[in-house]
Structure formats: C-alpha cells, structure tokens
C-alpha cells in the first residue's frame, strides 16, 4: 500500500517498472482505498501524471508547490537536494517497513535511476489480495507477479471508458452549459452588483436628504411655534374673505364680520406701537377693501330691512327682531369704521319708524272715534235733574254719577288694547275712558318696544342720543295721543271719567318705570296736566250746580221745595240728591283710595262736601219742628255713610268720621 501511495505521487522507488506491452489507456483510473484523499494533497489533480525523479541518498521527497508541479507527460526531472540536517524519506520507509525499496548504484551509493516509467501505473479503488499479506502482496507486486491483474485492469478500464464515453460526453456538455449559464449568472450578477451600488448611492442620497428635510421641519416647527401665533393674529383666512364678499347675510356672515373686526383691531394696535411690521404693512390694505366690502354689504342688508318697514300690513316688530337686533352687530361695526354712514343709517331708521307709528295710531285713532260714546254735559250735574226725570230720552240709559263697574277698567286682567277692527265694529256704547285707555296701553306698549330697541341695537350710542332718537321718533305720535285726550275731555263733565283718565295714566306711568323707560315720562306728564284742570272744572261744575239748588230753595217756600204740603205731613225721609251725592262720593272715594295727599281729589271733594251741606241745611230750615229737622238731616248723613261705608283708603276714612260728626250732631244713632 505505501508502495502505491509512493509510486503514484511520483516518490522514487527501488519497484520495477510496469510491463512494456501494457499499452496507454484514457479510461479513467479505477480508485483505490489506498490513495490518499482529497484533503490530504490539495495540489493533487486528477489529469496530472507523476515523474520519477532521480535524486540522491538524502534527497528529500517533500511535496513541491502547486507552480512547481510538472504537467502530465513532461520528460523533464527536477533535482532536489535536501538540507544536510535531514534523514532520507525512504531510508526512514526502509526502516519502517523492514525491505530495500531501491537498489544503490556500486560506484556512488545512489539508487538507479536509468529505469523510469513515462506514466506510474493507474491507480485502482479496488484491490484484490486474494488472501496474501500485506508484506506479500507488495513482494508479489515488487516482483512482477501481478502483471497479468494489472493487464486485466487495464482492459477493464478501456471496457468500461468505451461503455462510459457517451455519458462523458453529455457530462462535458452539461459542464459547457453550465459554464454558459454560469457565465450568464456571473454577468447577471454583474450587473445586479452595478445596480445594487447604483441603488445603494441612491438610498445614500435619499438619506442625506431626508436627514436634511427632518433638519428642515424641525426648523420649520420651530419657527412656526414662534411665528405661527403672530401670523395668526393678521392673517385672514380665504373662507372668510369669500363669505364676506359673496355669501348671503346670515349667523356664519356675523362671525365672520367678527373676524373681520378682531383682526382690523389688531392690526390697529400694532400700527399704533413703535414696532410696526412688514406684514403689519402689507395686510393693512388688503384689511381695508375688506372692511369697504363688508360696509356696503351692511348698507344694502339695512336699506332693504328698512324699505321692508315700508311695505303694507307689515309688522315692525318683526323685522325689528329678526332683521335689525339678530344682526345688531353690524351698527357697531358700521358705526366704529364709518360714523357717517352709521348716523346716515340711523336717520333713515327715524324717518321710516317716525312715519310708521304716525300712520299706524292715526288710522288707530279714526277706528276709536268711531265707538260710540255717552255724551256727559252740563245736565248731568248733581245739581241737575236725575236722568228719569229729564223730557229727553236720550240719555236715559245711562248715570254718569254712579262709578258702577267702570271701575273695572283699573281692575280687569285684560292689559292688551282692542284692534282697529273691532273698534270699527263695535256697537256698545261706552264712556270716554274706553278710547283713552285703549289709545294709551297701545301707545305705552309700542314706546317701550321701540325704546328697547333703540337701547339695544344703538348701543354704541349715549342715553341722551338715544332719548334724541325715541323723541324724534315717537314725538308726532305722542302729539296725536294729546290731541285724542283732549278731544275726549274737552266739553265733558264726567269727573268719573276724567278721574278714570287719570288713574290710567297712573298705572301708565307706572308701567313705565317698571319697564324702565323713562323717556315717555313727558308724555305722561302733559297728560296729567290736561286731565287734572278738566277735573277741576268737572268739580266746581258740580259744586255750582249744589250751589244753584241751594239757591232756589230760598226762592220758593221749603214745603214747596219738599213737595209736602202739611207740615204734619213733613217727610224725614233722605233728599234724593243725597243719593246721588252719596254714590258720587263713593265714586270719587274708590278712584282715591291709593291716592295721596297732594292730588286736588281731597280739596275738590271737600268743597263738594260742603256745597252739599249748606244744601241740605236749607232744605232742613223748612222744617218747622227741630226734631224733624234733625231727624232729616241725621237721615241724610246716615244715608251717606252707608253708602261709602265700604271704601277703603284714608280719604274715605276722613270723610266717614266727617259725616258720622254730623250725624251724631244731629242726635242721629246708628
């Protein structure tokens, strides 16, 4: 075995040569188990052929390196002389092995080298001891005597070579193949390599560029963080400049109107410090053909709303609401950007309101000078016969002595005025504090919505500019509502009419400072100062006509006065002016009993009183016996007193203790 690892690794040896007549074969070698393996000669080839080289007793068969191997088939021999330090490889093999592997030359001791082999024998996988030893069997091998196996391994080789060559020819061609595909692979991969450097520096570059862009948008947010606050604080954004120029006029319009206003105040403020902007500058212009848009849009929505003021059967009301307080912004925003426009929107507003309530309480008037009222004229004085004994039957149907339920005007839950309609439609005949209170409680009611209104929707303006306005508008109406009053009171002498007036326009005066709305206290007051001289005169109308009956009673005999005949006959029964005397009084005496010291009721009635008293004390002189006479008189006080026994109030208290004096003066009981 160590003789085939040295025979083919070209190691001299002492074997001899293979048999001349054993020709050459291609075939591939058959392998042996006792070739060393691949990891053991990495320089080894397969196709390569190993030379004998002649060297000397210490030559040395250390392997040669890959560039000095020889190819297959050379002649030439290499000599190599080993380090002087060194044992011979094949003496130490001799020594091992315990056989002379070579023969020495007799002259110079060096084996023979004349006999070399062009090729060493082909080396076999399997082979075949057929039962010898190993020492034998490399003897037997040494010696020649396997020639003949050799031989046969050698036909056996070219055998299975020829059987074999086709598939050595397609395993050729499958390697050429895949030397193309490999070829076709490498510049694939080439080219994949080139694209891959191509894709590399692309990604580089999109790195260095996203790290620059990250730079960038933190830059960008950092200066935002800063600036973003002061440019918001400018700049308009495009939706509000197109709803402010295009859009209809509606609650999104008014916020943006606001808009509009924060920033122009803004940008004011900023004109007006020491550090004025470039941005500042630039966006003041732009601020300001906005504002001039929004102005003339402001303009034309209020001169439509007020021309709406205009149309017929129109309820100002409504559109005071819902046209002019829901967008009560933009007087301000007119009146801070363009006060002559603002004054100029105002003036239109009075002219237009001025007219409306003008119109509209006129033809209101008209329909209340159409109820027909009781006409209360000097005939119907206390004095004067009783409205059953009159030859006329005109006034028959009615006693404007007796309050009766006319007091109910000042009690009755009923606050709203009648329309125009039904006043028009209305046959019930009524007294003159029917079309007062129903003129006045519309009056009152509008001047407080009116009023209201200008508070609220001009309130850029001062209290005295507003008053200004409400008089401008609501003067010529007031006017008429004077005009009606007196109209009303002008030829009457219903004192309980007039009284009634009064305590309307009390409660009107009232309602007022509730509402707190004073600039229609001058309409309250001039009233007042028609009804209270009306009623002065009513009560010296009154008192004259006491004072007339008194009168004729000394003209004519006191039976006569009487209409008794027999003085045994003489009556002590109440005068029948007593009674009406007495609900006279308790007339005056209810519309009194909130009143106060400094009203002329308490003087006016107390003269009444005492024209009353001077009467009765004339009619009681006809009366011959004093007890009768007492009598009488303590009948007549007596009959007072229950009639205004139950008024309350002071001036009813006062008046009863008065009578009740002279009755218990008279030695009446009760």
């Not at 396997?146 to 056996?156: C, H, M, N, W």
Request: net charge negative; glycine share 6%; with cysteine.
């Amino acid at each position: 075995m160590w003789l085939d690892r040295l025979s083919g690794h070209s190691t001299p040896s002492g074997s001899p040569p293979p048999p001349q007549h054993r020709p050459y074969s291609s075939a591939p070698r058959r392998p042996s188990h006792l070739t060393p393996g691949p990891g053991q000669r990495p320089g080894f080839s397969p196709r390569s052929s190993s030379l004998s080289i002649a060297v000397k007793s210490n030559a040395s068969t250390t392997s040669l390196t890959s560039t000095s191997r020889l190819t297959n088939g050379s002649a030439l021999k290499q000599q190599i002389t080993p380090p002087p330090d060194v044992a011979n490889p094949l003496d130490v093999l001799e020594k091992v092995v315990g056989l002379s592997l070579h023969k020495e030359d007799a002259s110079n001791g060096f084996p023979d080298n004349s006999s070399v082999l062009s090729k060493p024998m082909p080396l076999v996988e399997v082979i075949e001891f057929d039962g010898l030893s190993l020492h034998d069997f490399a003897q037997a091998e040494a010696d020649g005597l396997s020639g003949d196996t050799e031989q046969q391994y050698t036909v056996q080789s070219v055998e299975e070579y020829e059987k074999e060559k086709d598939k050595f020819e397609d395993l050729h061609r499958s390697i050429l193949a895949c030397d193309d595909v490999l070829k076709s692979v490498e510049t694939s991969l080439t080219s994949f390599q080139r694209d891959l450097g191509v894709v590399s520096a692309e990604i580089e570059t999109l790195q260095s560029r996203s790290s620059a862009l990250n730079t960038r948008l933190e830059n960008r947010k950092t200066v935002e963080k800063l600036l973003g606050p002061a440019v918001e604080e400018i700049s308009i954004s495009p939706a509000v400049v197109q709803k402010i120029s295009e859009d209809v006029i509606d609650e999104s319009w008014v916020r943006a109107l606001d808009e509009v206003e924060k920033r122009s105040k803004i940008i004011d403020s900023k004109l007006k410090g020491h550090e004025t902007t470039r941005a500042v500058t630039d966006v003041k212009p732009l601020l300001e053909n906005l504002t001039s848009k929004a102005l003339e849009r402001i303009r034309d929505f209020f001169v439509a709303q007020i021309k709406a003021l205009r149309s017929p059967n129109i309820n100002a009301q409504v559109i005071q609401q819902k046209g002019f307080l829901q967008y009560k912004d933009f007087y301000v925003f007119l009146n801070r950007h363009h006060p002559q426009l603002a004054e100029e929107m105002s003036q239109a507003y009075i002219n237009t309101m001025r007219w409306y309530y003008l119109d509209h309480f006129t033809r209101y008037r008209l329909a209340l000078q159409k109820l027909s009222l009781y006409s209360v004229d000097k005939h119907d004085v206390l004095g004067a016969d009783p409205p059953s004994q009159r030859t006329h039957t005109a006034q028959k149907s009615h006693d404007a002595i007796n309050i009766g339920r006319r007091i109910d005007v000042l009690k009755g839950s009923n606050h709203s005025a009648i329309t125009s309609y039904l006043a028009e439609e209305d046959q019930t005949t009524h007294y003159l504090e029917t079309p007062f209170r129903n003129f006045n409680i519309a009056l009152i009611d509008n001047a407080s919505a009116e009023y209201s209104f200008l508070t609220e929707f001009f309130s850029p303006n001062s209290f005295h500019q507003v008053s200004e306005r409400f008089a401008s508008i609501f003067e010529p109406t007031l006017s008429l509502g004077r005009i009606l009053t007196k109209e009303l009171i002008e030829n009457t002498y219903d004192c309980l009419g007039v009284l009634l007036c009064v305590r309307l326009n009390q409660h009107s005066a009232f309602e007022l400072q509730r509402r707190k709305i004073p600039a229609a206290e001058g309409y309250i007051n001039g009233t007042n100062m028609l009804l209270w001289p009306r009623f002065q005169v009513a009560m010296d109308a009154h008192c004259e006509s006491l004072r007339r009956a008194a009168s004729s009673i000394s003209t004519r005999s006191a039976v006569s006065a009487l209409s008794i005949t027999d003085s045994s006959k003489q009556s002590t029964a109440p005068h029948q002016l007593t009674q009406r005397f007495g609900q006279f009084a308790r007339g005056i005496l209810a519309l009194s009993s909130e009143a106060g010291d400094d009203e002329p009721v308490s003087s006016s009635l107390g003269r009444l009183r005492t024209e009353f008293e001077a009467f009765l004390t004339k009619l009681g002189k006809g009366i011959a016996d004093k007890s009768k006479r007492e009598r009488f008189l303590a009948n007549n006080y007596s009959l007072v007193l229950t009639i205004i026994g139950d008024v309350g109030g002071k001036l009813a208290g006062d008046q009863r203790e008065h009578f009740e004096e002279l009755r218990k003066a008279c030695g009446g009981e009760r």
